[in-house]
């Protein structure tokens, strides 16, 4: 199957206008203009290698699949505030005041549309900027006109949708998201049980466009709009960004478990204090996270199968919303193991990180893979795109695989295959044949 190449422009539509889609867009730009090499970004900076290891055929992601120019993308998204992007990044304080003011051009164009919210799936946070409607269908036709407008106005040949904005309420799957048909009647009867979200997703997969979703939100993880993107042939992926404490649990997990040492506890804390803190302040938001947070643990140690090593593993998430810490999160994570005839140890980590900043060439990333996957036409679910999120999306009958290195292989080795290349399974065996 042929990739369709990436003529004209690429928009990405964001709802969600704060300190992650402002530190992408400020970033782009820089990239764009030479200030910075593209830092963290697999798209940009990342290699695969390519048949036999004595081939040292090793080039560089962008330039084996055929991926959209940063040059072609241009930007639209919605908020709760009028803010401009340049305003909302200054509001932000993610970026130093040089790097603001680099970006200013390219951020000011970026004004939001009013957003479709509801306080009761976001209790700390409130804006004036917002759409109103008899019901719910009326607001996702809104969003679908927004998205026409924005196509012909930008000039765009396609589109992607990522989520970037907040966190919303915990939420499980009801009878109202198990059909298509039944969730676009709760659309019409205002069923409290469609977030916002939900709406945003919906609106897009409709329009052509395909949906990720940057926070753990149940929005596209439902029967109905699996049904929809089917339906529509649009990929989608999982949700949460994996930044932060849970990227590094991802790493760390997988290399006790090679080494078959066992885990009895591990606690994690953070505290940060910006917008997002402040809506995880609410402990319903919180519980929306805190599932995200501790599902990689069970999935990637397997108690079940290793339950001398993991049975009893304690495992408690805490986030402190606190506000003079601002963007720069800090995690703290307690990891009792033990070993050899049941010795104890003790892992202790303390990770300053920056949650827009790991968060920014996420989004790079899922832009463009999800804009090839679109050309490439691969409908429903990405599972090989697992490697950007805290909770993989997968066919409903498998379980989902959070070990980050067997996440990377996998994204890799769908690229091979998308180009028609040999896949690599690191046996390496044929190296050493001759010497038999």
């Known amino acids: 199957?042929?990739?369709?190449?990436?003529?004209?422009?690429?928009?990405?539509?964001?709802?969600?206008?704060?300190?992650?889609?402002?530190?992408?867009?400020?970033?782009?730009?820089?990239?764009?203009?030479?200030?910075?090499?593209?830092?963290?970004?697999?798209?940009?900076?990342?290699?695969?290698?390519?048949?036999?290891?004595?081939?040292?055929?090793?080039?560089?992601?962008?330039?084996?699949?055929?991926?959209?120019?940063?040059?072609?993308?241009?930007?639209?998204?919605?908020?709760?505030?009028?803010?401009?992007?340049?305003?909302?990044?200054?509001?932000?304080?993610?970026?130093?005041?040089?790097?603001?003011?680099?970006?200013?051009?390219?951020?000011?164009?970026?004004?939001?549309?009013?957003?479709?919210?509801?306080?009761?799936?976001?209790?700390?946070?409130?804006?004036?900027?917002?759409?109103?409607?008899?019901?719910?269908?009326?607001?996702?036709?809104?969003?679908?006109?927004?998205?026409?407008?924005?196509?012909?106005?930008?000039?765009?040949?396609?589109?992607v949708m990522v989520w970037c904005a907040s966190t919303e309420v915990y939420i499980e799957a009801s009878e109202v998201h198990s059909t298509l048909e039944k969730f676009e009647a709760g659309l019409v009867n205002n069923s409290p049980e469609i977030a916002p979200s939900m709406?945003?997703?919906?609106?897009?997969?409709?329009?052509?466009?395909?949906?990720?979703?940057?926070?753990?939100?149940?929005?596209?993880?439902?029967?109905?709009?699996?049904?929809?993107?089917?339906?529509?042939?649009?990929?989608?992926?999982?949700?949460?960004?994996?930044?932060?404490?849970?990227?590094?649990?991802?790493?760390?997990?997988?290399?006790?478990?090679?080494?078959?040492?066992?885990?009895?506890?591990?606690?994690?804390?953070?505290?940060?204090?910006?917008r997002d803190g402040e809506v995880l302040d609410d402990p319903m938001s919180f519980k929306t996270k805190e599932v995200s947070k501790k599902g990689a643990l069970d999935y990637i140690l397997q108690p079940d199968v290793y339950p001398d090593l993991y049975t009893d593993l304690y495992h408690k998430v805490r986030i402190n919303y606190y506000p003079p810490r601002g963007d720069e999160k800090e995690g703290w994570d307690n990891i009792d193991i033990f070993g050899w005839m049941g010795y104890k140890m003790q892992i202790k980590i303390d990770f300053l990180c920056r949650d827009s900043i790991l968060a920014a060439p996420i989004v790079l990333d899922l832009v463009l893979f999800a804009d090839l996957a679109l050309r490439h036409n691969m409908r429903g679910i990405q599972e090989w795109l697992s490697f950007y999120f805290k909770s993989p999306m997968v066919a409903p009958e498998l379980y989902p695989e959070h070990d980050i290195f067997i996440q990377l292989t996998k994204l890799k080795n769908t690229l091979r295959w998308m180009m028609g290349e040999e896949l690599i399974t690191h046996l390496g065996q044929e190296y050493y044949d001759s010497y038999e």
């Open 199 to 274: 709406i945003y997703a919906y609106a897009a997969l409709k329009c052509g466009v395909p949906f990720f979703n940057g926070a753990p939100n149940l929005t596209v993880d439902i029967p109905a709009i699996m049904e929809l993107a089917k339906q529509t042939g649009m990929p989608i992926a999982g949700k949460d960004f994996k930044t932060g404490q849970t990227l590094i649990k991802t790493i760390l997990a997988p290399g006790l478990k090679s080494r078959m040492l066992g885990v009895r506890g591990w606690f994690s804390t953070n505290i940060l204090g910006n």
């Open 1 to 159: 199957m042929d990739t369709k190449a990436p003529e004209g422009k690429l928009g990405v539509l964001i709802p969600g206008l704060g300190a992650v889609s402002t530190t992408f867009i400020a970033g782009v730009d820089a990239i764009i203009k030479g200030q910075t090499a593209p830092i963290g970004s697999l798209t940009q900076m990342g290699t695969i290698r390519l048949g036999k290891r004595t081939e040292n055929r090793n080039p560089k992601i962008k330039e084996f699949v055929r991926l959209a120019d940063l040059t072609d993308m241009v930007f639209g998204a919605w908020d709760i505030f009028e803010d401009n992007g340049y305003q909302a990044a200054a509001r932000a304080q993610v970026l130093t005041p040089q790097d603001l003011e680099r970006a200013k051009a390219a951020l000011e164009i970026v004004k939001p549309m009013k957003a479709v919210f509801d306080q009761e799936y976001v209790k700390n946070l409130d804006g004036p900027h917002k759409k109103s409607a008899a019901n719910k269908m009326l607001l996702a036709e809104m969003l679908m006109e927004d998205i026409k407008t924005f196509r012909t106005t930008k000039q765009t040949t396609r589109e």
